[in-house]
């Protein structure tokens, strides 16, 4: 019997119980005649349905992940199983064999000696689903009596499903924190493991990146973790390259959206580059990949450059720079609208143009936003994977030639950990210290982004 | 500024209005109009790429739901199999009929139509889409020439673009003459999973697996969020426990997808190191990256709603909690909504996360559940636009069509939404 019958079951006693309660407190109501019940029976209702549902749906999450482990230990405990192979591919291929053809998800056995564990599965399976479905039923039901015995006409039902909403409420907004908690924990945990095996200074200094995963993992090559070349490849394509083509075009789309474009041109044209932040980045890396790449490649070969490489820091870059834009222009533009309508009727009632009062005060008075929007941007790009990955290339060279592959940090975190080293390989680890340093640059770069912006919203208001 | 004024020719009585103060004029004014077109091109060029970009996958997709086929007349009356519909009904119907040759069969009608070198680049597969028709419809078993289009091998697909194998160009030209080969839409693209052939390929596994994921997301994202968000927005006392709550959620939202990635890889995988590639784990994670942009937009959805209404609520003796779920929740509804449909459209999206938890399998059947094996759209592109084969550049493309198919429908039902809902206050 799956989770999800389960709780399908769990909701229906809980819809039950509901049904009873407010029923209970109906007739509370007519008994006693004038004597008014302290909650609607509503409330009563859902005070015996939550009684009912909450414990069931944590018996079932508990039930749900120990039950296949319990299967499995009553089939290996059974007299069958003595003749399998103690350890080792075969063993649970042979297990997964037979619990299949016992799920009826295949029809029969290749193996032959599977078929002897189909039986213990059977049986093992129909002892499993029993004792789910009874210990959901008993749950449901001491839930639903105790909560269902407590009613009384001045029971304050309300008040106490209330408080069970709130701490719901809380649970939920907490889960935010707790997601942090787990990136950091994780992410320091694996880190420190690595750190156990190179040391941090190889990492954060050394200049040639090259980890071996295939090699002997207790005894790793220091000098093939260092990690300057991915730090410098990360900066020059996402803070570099990108932010050369995103920023003057970003800034431009957006003083022109905001002091120039009639508002029905305006009504077409924000649309339109709010679905260049649309477009997925698995796109854009393709059309990196298979577009632009080739065009910067024949480029570079048509002035002469014969030696540039079909992936190239540049395609990257740049396609990484125009998925950036409508970012870009959207920081500006809340920067721009920000600034004090009275500056600028100020600077047009002195004579200046359109474009002088733009580029004298607007653009200085609404900088500190504008920098504050070209850091988030950077942080975006920096952590940008797809487009690395597919059009940036996996050699780590430290050079300042666009026209070169290069690699980035986030696209040594998909090589490390799609590749075919096991997990506690230092170049697996490597993936995550890469991940943390990663976190704590966008993190702090995001810190700092957000208190300008909130100090310079001060400033004007 | 009067035209009277801006133009060079007119005398008027100001001392000030020099030649050289014209002349200045005259350069501010020019600086003026630059500074404005380069405003507008900046813009133009941005939907330039874009319009680059789509015009490309287009072109590209289109030749990515079409595939090369060939004619094949097959008379199954003389193949001599022996099956009907109870047979066929059963569990392993295919192995039948391939153990009783319909696969040699159908080999020898090719070369009857085609000729020796024709009947060669069918692709080896092609009496399994005979066989699916004839379970849907057993009765074809007794037809006397029931014409096939039976999918070619790469090769031929390739060679049909003038490129790849020169020698199969005669054959090619020779088949196209005769009308026995030709480009399809192929249907069954919407309705297969990945392979390694890419004839054989289809999305309908990748799409599956999207879905899946979409709906743990959508289950675990929206209820935690929009509770977040009523928390943080209407009951939260100011103190350090709630700074500490909008501090993490306003870096989450900042925070790369990637790291959520290896969040996923550590902490899921760890838990539940069975379900590796599983719709479940791949929803969980992107669960986490989109409930803050859920609790971000619901925030300020629940914040527009005028304190009136509540002070309305409390004034008639409604409890704290039936003003916010029976007033203020209503009304911030359809901001909610369409914040999250935006939120859901980038988790549809995300790749690289899902790379991280191994969702990059190869999964040659639809996954049929949240635990089973499989891949997602954007995945499934990633992992097509790797292969070297030339006949996977279309289908990529027609797979990037889907996707951006789903995002445009999503993104304007949140539009939709957004126009028809909201109100001024």
Known sequence: MSPAILLLLAVGLGVAGWLAARSRAWTFKRQEGAERLAALPT??????????????????????????????????????????????????????????VATGAAPTVFNPAAEGLIEPFRAAIDQSNLIGFLGTLVVGFLGGTWAFLRLKPDFTARTRVERAVMTALLIASLVAILTTLGIVVSLVFETVRFFGMVSPMDFLFGTHWGPDPMSNPENPDPTRYGAIPLFWGTIYIGAIIAMIVAIPLGLMSAIYLTQYADPRLRAWLKPALEILAGVPTVVYGYFAALTVAPMVRDAAVAIGITSASSESALAAGLVMGVMIIPFVSSMADD?????????????????????????????????????????????RAIGETMIVVMAAGAAANLTGNPLEAMTTVTFQIVAMLTGEGSFDHPATLSAFALGFVLFLVTLGLNFVALRVVKRFREAYE | MSDAVNSPDTETGFATRSAAFEARLQKRYAAERRFKLAGLSAILFSIAVLAVLLINMTVNGIGGFQRAEVAVPIAFAEAGITADASTLSQVGAVQRLEAQGLAEFIELSATEALGADGAEQVSANAWREVAAAIISDPALLRSKGQTFWLPTTPDVASAMEGEGDAELFPLVERLEAEGKLDKNFDVGFLQRADATDPQAVGIWGALKGSMLTMIVTLL???????????????????????????????????????????????????????????????????ALMTMPVIVISGRNAIKAVPPSIRDGALAVGASPVQVVFHHVLPLALPGILTGTIIGMARALGETAPLLMIGMRAFVATPPDGFTSPATVLPVQIYLWSDEIDRGFVERTSAAIIVLLLFLLVMNGLAIYLRNKFEKKW
Do not use: C
């Not at chain 1, 482990?69 to 199983?81: E, K």
């Not at chain 2, 929206?222 to 103190?239: H, Q, S």
């Open chain 1, 335 to 379: 920067s721009i609208a920000a600034v004090p309508q009275a500056m600028r009727d100020g600077s047009l009632a002195m004579g200046a143009t359109t474009s002088e009062t733009i580029k004298r005060v607007l653009v200085p008075a609404a900088l500190p936003g504008i920098v504050a929007g070209i850091m988030l941007a950077i942080s």
């Open chain 1, 43 to 100: 409330y009563h209702g859902w005070y015996v349905a939550l009684w009912i549902i909450v414990p069931l749906a944590v018996f079932i999450t508990i039930w749900a992940s120990t039950a296949p482990y319990l299967i499995d230990q009553a089939v290996l405990a059974s007299p069958a199983a003595a003749e399998l192979p103690s350890f080792g591919f075969q063993r649970d291929a042979l297990l997964n064999e037979a619990k299949s």
């Open chain 2, 220 to 286: 675990m994202a929206f209820p935690i969020g929009v509770m977040a968000a009523l928390y943080l927005e209407e009951y939260a006392p100011k103190n350090r426990w709630t700074d500490l709550i909008e501090v993490s959620i306003n870096n989450l939202a900042a925070v790369p997808s990637i790291i959520f990635g290896l969040l996923g890889l550590a902490v899921f995988l760890w838990i539940f190191p069975n379900f590796r590639s599983a719709p479940l784990i791949g929803g969980m994670t992107l």
